[in-house]
C-alpha cells in the first residue's frame, strides 16, 4: 500500500483554487499509485475562516467542493478537512471535520473533539466538538484519524498560569481501545519560533505512548498574520522522526507502507536554525499576503535605519526588486549618513527609490497651526507631525500606483508605543511586528551572512526615530537589550511584574516598561496585521481591553 | 426579607474602584436593612476583561478582592461576580463564577455553565463550564443562581443560520429538579437596539416555564465598544415583568420579598423607544471612554455634514461644551454653506472652534508629489491627501492639548470603505461606527426633537465628501435607503447574496454593495473601537478574514 502526503498552500474561501490544488495533488498520488492522499485541516476553506464560517453559503461552497472532490477519488482515496454541518438538535451549528473520500462518495467522517480557543484559535466560536471516536478500517489497516489539538490534551505553555491539560477528553485514550495500527494527525498548525519542538514533541509522545507510527499533515503558506510552515512529519513507533517534510514549501509525497511501518530513517535534510525559520516565515508571509490579495507591488519608508532596512530586504525576496521601490522621506533632524546608507541599500538591492525632502511640507503644517499653538513649547507633537507627513506621502504613492505600505515597526517599539499612530505605524501588513529589536539585529545579519547587503553603518549606529536634534531610542527607552527581556517575560511568558528578572534588570524599570506597554494598547488596536512568528503575537492573539486599569 | 439589586457601572482591572463601589452599595443595603444584595457578573475584575484573565497577577488581585469585600457583609449577604481558580486536574484554569458572601466568608459558589464563545463574547476562551447544579439555601428560600447565559440555552439569533439551542446542557432544567423558590440571574449583558425584547423574553420565559419569580441584575455603564444597559429586571412567576430598573444609569433598589412574591407590579418608568436607547448608548459610550481612560476632553473635524455634526452633539451631552473642540478644515472643493452649517452648529452648542484651510498644505503635497505623479490623472489619491491632511491636524491638536480624536465615520460608509484610511477614519473612539446613515438622520432628527440644533440644511443637503468639484456619495454609491438595507440583511442577518431582497434592490446592486463590504475588511481591521449598539458591529464581534477570496 502506498500513502501520500500533500502539504499545501491553501487560500480561504478560494475554493476554485483550493480544489484545484487538492484535484492536483490526487492526480499526481494516482500516477504514483498511491492508494491514500492526506490533506490537510480545513484544506477545502482555508484556515482560518473565521466568521465565513457563519455564513450558510460560505459552507453550501464547502459542502459542494467536497463532492465535486470526491468525484475524483476513483483508485484512490483521500483524507480532506472540512467544516460540516452539526445536524443535531443542539449543540454549535457546525463540525470541524476529517472526511475520508472514496469512489465519488464520503466514506467515513471523524469530527475534532478538542478544539483550540486560546491565543489566535478561536474554534469553539463555530465548532461543536465532536464526541465519537472510531478507528477507520481501510485495506486492512485501522487508522486513528485525528484532527490538530485532538493530539494536544497534553501541552506545554508559556504562560505557567495555563493547565497543561486543557481538556477533560482524550481522543487516543478512546481511540486506542479499538486497537488501531496507525495515528494519522491533519493539522493547521501556525509556525512559531519557540514551538517547532514542542509540536514534534507532541506527536513523538503519542506514536511512542501508543506504540504506533504517526502521520502528521499539516499546511504550508500564510493568511494575513497565520504563517504556517509545514515540515509535516512521519514518526515511527519508537517516537522517532523518520521523515520531515519541507518548512514552508508545498510538497506532495508517496511512501510505501513498508517504509513507514519499517520505521527507518527516510532522507532528510536537516531542519534549520531559528533565525533561518524566522527569515522564511517572514518571506513567506509577505509573498502569500501580496499573492492572495492580488497585488503585486509594495512601497517602504527606507528611513537609513535598520528596521526598514531589513523589511527592504525581506520584501525583495518575497516579491523581486522590480516589484518594490522605496521613498526616502529625510527632514531637518535626518543624519547625513541615514540618507547615505538608505541610498546604498536600494543601490545593493537595485531597489527603484525617490527622495522627498519633507521640510517644506513640515514647515506649512507649522504655519498652518501655529495660532493654535502659540505659546506652547515644541515636543512629541511635532515629532508626530513629522511621521505622518511621511505616512501621507507613503500612502500617496500606495494609492496611485497600486502599492500596498509594508510597516516597519518591530515588537519592541509596538509594545512600549514608541511610534506614531497614522505615521510610522501605518501599513498594509506588518512585516516585523512580531520580531524584538534583538531579533531584528540577528535577522540582519543573517541577511549578511555572505555579503553586506545591509550597510554596516545601519546594523552599527546606536538606533534612533530623528525626529529631533540627536534623538536616541535610549532617551526614552532602556537599552534594547534589557527591554526585550522584559517585554518577553511580561508578553510571552505572562510573568508577574515581580517576577521578572534578569541582567540589568530592575523594579522601577520593569514598572516603567509595564506602564508603557498597558497603556499603548489604544495604539496597536489600529496598528496593521502583524505577520505572527512568536507564541504571542500582537493582533487577534492577544486581546487586550482599552478602558482598563491594571 | 429584604434583597437589594445593584446596577452598577464597573472598570475592567479597577479593583480599587469596584470595590468601593460594590462596598458602598452594600452599606446603603444594610442602612436599608437588606439581607441580600445582589451584583453583576464578573464585577470584581470588570467586564469584559479579556487577556487580562490570562495573567496570574489579575486572578490573585479578584481573589483578594472577593476576600476583602467579604468582611464587609456581616448582617448581610452578597452576590458577587469573580473568576475563579479550576483546581481540578484538567480543563481550562479558571471559572466565571458567582459566589455568595456572608459573614466575612464565601459560603456557596456557583460556576457558569454555558459560556457564549460568538459575536463579542469569547467565554471558553478563559473559562472552564460548570456542570455542577446546585440550589442555595438562603433564610428559608432556595435560591437557583445562574449566571448570564445559563439561561440562555433557548435563544433566538438574527443570523437564521444559527441554531436555537447552542447548548447541551440547560442549567434551569437541573436546578428544577431541586425545586427553587426563584431565579437570581446575574448578567454583563451589552445593550443592542434590536435585542432588549428578546433578552427580556428569555427572562420572562424561564419564569412562565418554572413558574416561580426571577430577579435579573445587569451591569451599566461602557468599557470601550461594549455598553450596559443595565435595566436589570424583576419577573413573576407568570412571567410578567413587575420591574424594570433604569437604563443606562446606576442604581440601587431595596425590594421586600413580599414585594416579589406577590408578583403585583411596583412603580417603573415606561421603556423608552430605540432611538432613544441608542442616543443613551452613544453618551454613555463617549463618556465612560473618556471617565475611564482619564480623559476629559476631545476634538472633533467638523465639516458641515451630518455625521461630524451627530458626534459633537454626543460630544457634548457626554463631556459638556468646554470639553469638546471642533476643527473646521475647509478645502477648495468645500461648499459654502458647510463652513456656514458647521460654524452655526458650534455656535449653537457654546463649542470652542478653529478654522484651518488646507489649502496651502494640500498645494505643498501635490508639489513635493509632482515628480513622483508626473503625466498621471488626479483621481482618489488626491481626495485622499486632502483627508489625510485633516487627519495630520487633528492629531497635532489631539498630541498637542492631550484631546483624543472622535472619530466621525458611520456604519454605512465603513462598510463599503467610503472613507480613508489615516484620514477621515482617524480617531481613538468611533463614535457612529455602529449606526447606519439612516440611523444617523434619525439620531439627527432626535436631536432636534425641542428645537434645531444641527442646522437643517445639514440633514436636508445631499450627502458629500467634498474631496472633489461637485461630488456626492451617490456618484460611488447607491442611496442611503437602498445601501443600508443590503447592508443589514448582510451584515446582522448574514443573508446570502440571492436572498438580499427590498425596494429598489436589484441582484447587481447587491453584488457590488457584497463586493465593496468584503474588499473593505482591510481598511476596517485598522478603525478605531466601535461603540456597539447593534447585534453584529465591527471590531471583535465580526472577525473577517483578510486575505480571503468569496
Chains 1, 2 share one sequence.
Not at 511580561?490 to 528578572?501: D, F, H, N, R
Not at 499603548?520 to 502583524?530: D, H, I, L
Amino acid at each position: 500500500m502506498k500513502i501520500t502526503v500533500a502539504q499545501l498552500n491553501y487560500h480561504i474561501g478560494n475554493f476554485t483554487r483550493n480544489k484545484k490544488l487538492i484535484c492536483n495533488a490526487i492526480e499526481k498520488a494516482k500516477s504514483n499509485g498511491s492508494d491514500l492522499i492526506i490533506f490537510s485541516e480545513l484544506c477545502i476553506s482555508g484556515y482560518p475562516p473565521l466568521d465565513l464560517l457563519d455564513r450558510y453559503d460560505f459552507i453550501e461552497k464547502c459542502n459542494q467542493t467536497v463532492v465535486e472532490i470526491a468525484k475524483e477519488c476513483t483508485g484512490i482515496a483521500a483524507i480532506v478537512g472540512s467544516p460540516t454541518i452539526n445536524k443535531n438538535s443542539e449543540g454549535k451549528k457546525l463540525f470541524n471535520s476529517a472526511l475520508l473520500l472514496s469512489e465519488g462518495k464520503i466514506v467515513f467522517c471523524v469530527n475534532k473533539a478538542l478544539l483550540p480557543t486560546y491565543d489566535i484559535f478561536d474554534e469553539y466560536r463555530y465548532f461543536e466538538p465532536g464526541n465519537k471516536f472510531s478507528v477507520i478500517p481501510f485495506k486492512g489497516l485501522k487508522i486513528a484519524l485525528t484532527i490538530c489539538e485532538d493530539l494536544w490534551d497534553e501541552q506545554p505553555f508559556d504562560n505557567e498560569f495555563e493547565k497543561k491539560k486543557l481538556y477533560t477528553v482524550s481522543p487516543m485514550r478512546e481511540l486506542k481501545k479499538q486497537d488501531p495500527d496507525i495515528i494519522i494527525n491533519i493539522s493547521a498548525s501556525p509556525f512559531s519560533y519557540t514551538k517547532t519542538e514542542a509540536r514534534e514533541n507532541i506527536f513523538r509522545g503519542k506514536s511512542q505512548k501508543y506504540k504506533i507510527p504517526l502521520i502528521n499533515v499539516n499546511q504550508t503558506g500564510a493568511n494575513t498574520e497565520l504563517i504556517f510552515d509545514g515540515a509535516s512529519i512521519i514518526v515511527n513507533s519508537k517516537g522517532e522522526i523518520i521523515h520531515r517534510l519541507p518548512f514552508f514549501e508545498e510538497a506532495i509525497e508517496t511512501y510505501s507502507s513498508e517504509e513507514i511501518f519499517s520505521g527507518k530513517l527516510l532522507v532528510t535534510k536537516t531542519k534549520p536554525k531559528p533565525i533561518e525559520l524566522i527569515h522564511k516565515a517572514l518571506v513567506t508571509g509577505i509573498l502569500d499576503y501580496f499573492a492572495k490579495t492580488n497585488f503585486k507591488n509594495c512601497i517602504i519608508g527606507l528611513s537609513g535605519g535598520i528596521d526598514s532596512a531589513l523589511v527592504l530586504c525581506l520584501a525583495v525576496e518575497a516579491l523581486g526588486y522590480k516589484n518594490t521601490r522605496a521613498l526616502l522621506m529625510p527632514s531637518r533632524y535626518s543624519s547625513e549618513s541615514s540618507v547615505k546608507d538608505a541610498v546604498a541599500l536600494a543601490k545593493t538591492l537595485k531597489v527603484h527609490y525617490d527622495i522627498i525632502n519633507i521640510e517644506k511640507t513640515f514647515i506649512t503644517f507649522e504655519k498652518e497651526l501655529e495660532p493654535l499653538f502659540k505659546g506652547t513649547e515644541k515636543e512629541v507633537t511635532e515629532e508626530n507631525i513629522q511621521a505622518r507627513i511621511r505616512a501621507v506621502l507613503l500612502m500617496a504613492i500606495s494609492n496611485k500606483y497600486g502599492c500596498i505600505l509594508l510597516n516597519t515597526s518591530n515588537k519592541s517599539e509596538a509594545s512600549v508605543g514608541y511610534g506614531t499612530l497614522y505615521g510610522d505605524m501605518a501599513g498594509g501588513l506588518s512585516v516585523i511586528g512580531d520580531v524584538y529589536k534583538s531579533d531584528v539585529y540577528r535577522l540582519a545579519n543573517y541577511i549578511n551572512r555572505d555579503r553586506e547587503i545591509i550597510p554596516q553603518n545601519t546594523i552599527t549606529k546606536l538606533p534612533s526615530a530623528e525626529l529631533r536634534p540627536g534623538q536616541l531610542d535610549t532617551d526614552s527607552l532602556p537599552e534594547y537589550k534589557i527591554l526585550d527581556a522584559i517585554l518577553y517575560q511580561y508578553i510571552e511568558l505572562q510573568k508577574p511584574a515581580e517576577s521578572i528578572t534578569g541582567e540589568g534588570i530592575d523594579g522601577p524599570t520593569v514598572a516603567k516598561v509595564i506602564r508603557l506597554i498597558n497603556y499603548n494598547e489604544y495604539k496597536r488596536y489600529q496598528a496593521p496585521p502583524v505577520l505572527r512568528i512568536s507564541s504571542k503575537s500582537f493582533g487577534d492573539g492577544r486581546r487586550m481591553p482599552l478602558v482598563a486599569r491594571y
